[in-house]
């Protein structure tokens, strides 16, 4: 596919405007949310849910079109040659949403994560959820009051390798509701979700643990349902500005029409494979993310070391720079490189095609130069790096959880080189 590096001007509009709540209204308060690790900061939150609101409404009716292309009123048009002129049209969903990312984290990283919105857990209700059950989930993030959506899959026994997943789901036939029990840990936003909104978790449990990944399934917890209790508020290395919970499930009964995709153990493309297809949508957004730190990280150095006189110079040979130079340079080159992994992924996904190689490839490359371009930053500036002084310190701690979470650096190089070798999972683990 043709890569268009030209970015649409909608999009260079949008990060705009991030730019400048990224500015005024996180970096400003970024140290305070570090030091005060479990207050969120609602002035933020306030300020992008009308726009996080309306962003997931258009996604949802977009999803609803697709799914019924002739029922939709709103839609301009709803003949066959209306829709055919439709899917042709270029989609920047993906694009716009990376630019995002890039810009609030560029602001902070912490703060960003407590954007309000359906998140991973609306990414799983999009790849396997039927046009009922999104109406019925992600409707509620397109009006009210804010609210989140979180995906609980790991465990404490069960993190890279999701096979392991303990927590069980039984149909009760009396009631036909599914009774959940275990124990999830590292749950981004399952406090804001769970207690603090209306929102909703997607928790992973298994049907039936002799059948391994196949009977891992997907299941909406809604806020507020007896049987889930928040047990922990984590305390962090770096994003302190965001939730992360760990909860319990004791007998947590919910409606058998909760879960997402088929049921069955054999689900085919519905099961635990095509939910899995949700972090091929996610992990351009972690390496936006993750980039957006480092261009924080590498800006401030760059500024602050031309203010001691030593510039950047481009164009000029390598052995007639000096050793900082040179650092900055390659500072620069990690994150110009990560970005274009990143584009090339959400260009693929706005163009309907397949992206888990490019995905896979942007979210290890942006999560090992965001960790090594921040460390640099904080060996360049000295002292002034080492301390509290700056936020060069933050970033660097900041960065780290992007070479972690959505699949650690290992687990993506994995995926890489399976894809890229024809490797099953069973023959390169
Ligand atoms: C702040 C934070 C937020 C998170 N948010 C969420 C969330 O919202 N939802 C959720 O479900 N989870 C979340 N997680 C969990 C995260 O996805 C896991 O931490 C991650 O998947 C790694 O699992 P683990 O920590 O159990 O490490 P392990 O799987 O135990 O891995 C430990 C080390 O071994 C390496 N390793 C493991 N297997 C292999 C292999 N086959 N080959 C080579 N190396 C290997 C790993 O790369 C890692 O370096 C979050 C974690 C953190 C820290």
């Known amino acids: 596919m043709p890569i268009e590096f030209q970015i649409p001007p909608e999009v260079e509009r949008q990060a705009e405007q991030a730019r400048a709540v990224a500015e005024n209204v996180m970096r400003p308060k970024s140290r305070y949310y570090d030091e005060h690790e479990h207050e969120r900061p609602w002035e933020f939150i306030h300020l992008m849910w009308p726009e996080m609101r309306e962003r997931t409404r258009r996604e949802l009716e977009a ?16 003949g066959s040659e209306a829709c055919a002129e439709k899917a042709k049209r270029p989609r920047t969903a993906n694009m716009a949403l990376i630019h995002l990312v ?10 960003y994560l407590c954007l309000p919105g359906p998140a991973l857990a609306g990414a799983a209700i999009q790849a396997v959820g039927t046009p009922e059950q999104k ?34 789901a039984v149909l009760d036939p009396e009631t036909q509701e599914w009774v959940l029990n275990g124990q999830k840990i590292f749950c981004t936003n399952g406090k804001l979700a769970y207690q603090e909104s209306d929102g909703l978790i997607v928790v992973w449990a298994t049907v039936d643990r002799s059948a391994g990944r196949a009977g891992i399934k997907p299941f909406v917890v809604e806020a507020g349902t007896p049987g889930l209790q928040i047990v922990t508020e984590e305390k962090k290395l770096g994003i302190r500005a965001s939730d992360t919970a760990s909860f319990v499930l004791d007998n947590c009964r919910i409606p058998a029409d909760n879960i997402l995709g088929s049921p069955e153990v054999k689900g085919g493309r519905e099961g635990f494979k095509g939910a899995m297809r949700t972090f091929d949508a996610t992990r351009p957004i972690v390496a936006a993310s993750a980039i957006g730190i480092g261009r924080a990280a590498f800006e401030f150095t760059r500024d602050t070391l ?9 164009g000029r040979p390598r052995w007639k720079l000096s050793a900082p130079q040179v650092d900055l340079l390659e500072m620069e080159i990690q994150l110009r490189q990560a970005w274009l992994l990143t584009l090339k992924a959400a260009a693929l996904l706005d163009a309907g095609e397949y992206n888990k190689l490019a995905a896979s490839m942007a979210k290890v490359k942006a999560g090992k130069a965001v960790t090594w371009v921040t460390q640099k930053a904080v060996e360049l500036l000295g002292p002034l790096g080492y301390t509290t002084q700056t936020l060069a310190e933050k970033w660097f701690r900041d960065a ?30």
Do not use: C
Request: net charge negative.
């Open 400 to 429: 780290k959880i992007n070479d972690i979470y959505e699949g650690t650096g290992q687990i993506n190089t994995l995926i890489v080189a399976r894809t890229i070798l024809g490797y099953t999972r069973r023959e390169l683990k």
């Open 63 to 78: 999803s609803l079109r697709r799914a019924h292309p002739d029922t939709d009123g709103s839609d301009p048009g709803t």
């Open 306 to 314: 031309a203010q001691e006189g030593i510039r950047m110079e481009y």
């Open 135 to 168: 109406e019925r989930f992600l409707r509620r993030f397109t009006e009210g009051e804010p609210k989140w959506g979180a995906m609980a899959m790991t465990e404490p026994q069960a993190g890279s390798d999701t096979s392991a997943i303990q927590t069980t």
């Open 102 to 111: 890039e810009m609030l984290s560029w602001g902070d990283a912490g703060i």
